[in-house]
């Protein structure tokens, strides 16, 4: 008995940190919570789109039944408890502009059980910015309450967008793509990568004679060259510091992958196969890459350790994997799962762990791709097509929810976040 | 004849000949040429109207002479389509290459570089499309060489999926799609 005891608390242990079994359980009653809105006169096209930024993110956040109900109050009011006999919490908010360039906003957030304020704030920005100002007081709400962090509400997303053949903008953009603010164009640009967690500055790559990859500071408009290659040059990962970077070049016309020590300006080749080696991505502390390759006559995902020669495959499903991303220990790809030449075919999200076989299946139908983990580990962004809609997906992992938000921006060419 | 006479003739003459003439003197009127006839009327002036330009000649320079040379054999050369997912060269596309092989070689082509463009079809996604359309391009810069072309004139490059010919959401397009094709550079 006492074997079996120790036996399973060992195996509780072994998998209690894995993305790929654990899921925190649906908490039956999860706080609920309602939104006053108590703005007066303001663009009424901006009032509602704010209140709908809110019910978004809290519902993102997962810590909240949320009321979506838009509820009117005055901002200096007393909160009537009868009114909200089902909730616990108010969020109270009130717009305002200040001049023609400010939009203020003051949030309070109201234990109706415990009948106390818990939270009150005031804050200010350019109109234009205005979802970043709802992320931020539903991202502090989150704090006041002690619950998990939600620093993905505030990060931004950086991604490429065909316009027309052969050219592709770059845009910044919060991460529902509500803001967004074009900061690279002319020509074809793809593939940005941002440079550093601050996310202050981005890696892309122009087609230009030859492809050349580009860094740009997006606070100071400083655009420096960095490489240029033969046929492709993509910057598939940062390292955290921010001193490595792994490329796909082909230099000698062929898709490698390749180490690029920005201090030292030092090139090593990783991988060295005829067909296509792409999409490289850190992991393991760094000391290995997880890479897409059709070393098997069909693209998947394999793994190699820096340095090495040996080559280990990480998929052993599906017949087409053809993008991953990374974080630390996990992999999350898309699959194609029809072979469909004439119609329209499915590709499915997967989470694997590189410590274990399992793999989690996290999307059901349409088109999944460019998925991509936040700083978390725990939130993925991906891209869903479904019929003729376009979506923004986003995944938390432990909370086993998905949330898609539709899309009207055009082909996204490539996302990081 | 009385001699006294012809003096009182030539003085009458000579008087009757510098006699004032009746001068107008006015703005010409605009828009007319007046022509003014012992009838009266008016004469329009034909010569010189209605001329038309029939060319319009500049010198061309011999940029744009070499531009247009390259854009006609752009437009001579041919397309190389590829299979779904695929890279390697389709046995009916083998005279294809074969055609792009002499046209390259041709007198007036040789003095010019080839960029070889890999494109692929919508279903593709991020880097691993990429890819692909640059192992296609590398097929065909390939069998260009094993038909003669000069390694040195060629370089390649992949526009993925950024390069759509067809842009409707059917088989046929996404055939047209996955191609390769080229430019030609001086």
Same mark, same amino acid.
């Given at each position: ?70 509820? *009117? ?214 000391? *290995? ?25 990480? +998929? ?102 | ?73 752009? *437009? ?69 060489? +094993? ?5 040195? *004139? ?33």
């Amino acid at each position: 008995m006492k074997v079996i005891v120790i036996l399973s608390f060992w195996l509780i242990s072994l998998f209690a940190g894995d993305l790929t079994l654990e899921i925190v359980k649906e908490v039956e009653s999860k706080p609920t919570i309602a939104i006053e809105d108590a703005t007066g006169r303001i663009n009424e096209s901006l009032g509602k789109k704010f209140f709908k930024l809110l019910i978004g993110d809290l519902e993102v956040s997962a810590h909240f039944d949320v009321n979506d109900t838009h509820l *009117r109050s005055e901002f200096d009011e007393g909160f009537d408890v009868l009114k909200h006999k089902k909730n616990d919490f108010v969020l109270r908010y009130k717009l305002s502009m200040e001049g023609r360039n400010q939009l203020s906003a003051q949030a309070k957030l109201y234990d109706l059980k415990q009948d106390t304020t818990l939270f009150s704030k005031t804050y200010s920005l350019t109109p234009d910015r205005y979802p970043f100002l709802a992320h931020k007081i539903v991202y502090d709400l989150n704090r006041a309450l002690g619950f998990k962090d939600v620093e993905f509400l505030k990060n931004f997303v950086v991604y490429s967008k065909y316009t027309k053949p052969k050219h592709a903008d770059i845009y910044i953009s919060d991460y529902t793509l509500t803001y967004q603010k074009k900061v690279i164009s002319g020509g074809l640009n793809l593939f940005p990568k941002w440079a550093n967690s601050r996310q202050t500055k981005f890696y892309y790559t122009a087609l230009e004679d030859k492809p050349t990859l580009y860094l740009v500071d997006i606070y100071t408009g400083d655009k420096r060259k960095v490489l240029e290659s033969e046929g492709m040059l993509v910057c598939s990962d940062v390292s955290k510091d921010g001193t490595k970077l792994l490329l796909t070049m082909a230099p000698k016309f062929q898709p490698d992958i390749y180490q690029y020590d920005v201090i030292t300006k030092q090139l090593t080749q990783i991988t060295n196969y005829v067909g296509i080696d792409v999409n490289g991505n850190f992991t393991k502390n760094e000391r *290995r890459v997880v890479f897409v390759s059709d070393r098997l006559g069909y693209p998947t995902i394999f793994t190699k350790r820096i340095g090495s020669r040996a080559v280990e495959r990480v +998929v052993y499903h599906g017949r087409n994997s053809n993008a991953c991303n990374a974080f630390e220990d996990y992999i999350i790809y898309s699959s194609r799962e029809t072979d469909n030449e004439f119609g329209k075919n499915t590709f499915n999200l997967y989470l694997a762990s590189l410590n274990s076989d399992y793999i989690r299946r996290l999307t059901a139908n349409g088109v999944n791709i460019f998925p991509r983990f936040a700083k978390d580990g725990e939130t993925v962004l991906f891209i869903k097509e479904l019929g003729n809609q376009v979506g923004l997906g986003l995944i938390r992992l432990k909370y086993n929810k998905t949330y898609i938000y539709p899309l009207h921006t055009g082909r996204i060419q490539s996302i990081d976040w | 004849m009385n001699k006294k006479l012809i003096p009182i003739f030539i003085a009458v003459f000579l008087l009757g000949g510098c006699a004032k003439k009746n001068v107008q003197v006015g703005p010409p009127v605009r828009g007319e040429t007046r022509s003014t006839s012992y009838s009266g009327e008016v004469e329009r002036v034909k010569e010189g109207e209605g001329i038309q330009t029939i060319q319009e000649m500049r010198e061309k320079d011999a940029d744009e002479i070499k531009l247009e040379q390259m854009k006609r054999i752009e *437009r001579e050369a041919k397309e190389i389509y590829f299979d779904f997912d695929k890279y390697d060269i389709r046995p009916d596309q083998e005279p294809r290459i074969e055609y792009d092989a002499k046209l390259f070689n041709r007198k007036d082509a040789r003095e010019f570089n080839i960029r070889v463009e890999g494109n692929c079809d919508e279903w593709g996604t991020d880097e691993y499309n990429y890819a692909l359309g640059l192992k296609r391009a590398k097929s065909v810069r390939d069998a260009l060489i +094993v038909r003669g072309v000069s390694a040195e *004139r060629m370089s390649i490059i992949s526009y993925g999926e950024s390069n759509p010919v067809c842009m409707d959401h059917t088989p046929e397009c996404w055939a047209k799609n996955r191609r390769v094709e080229f430019e030609l550079i001086p």
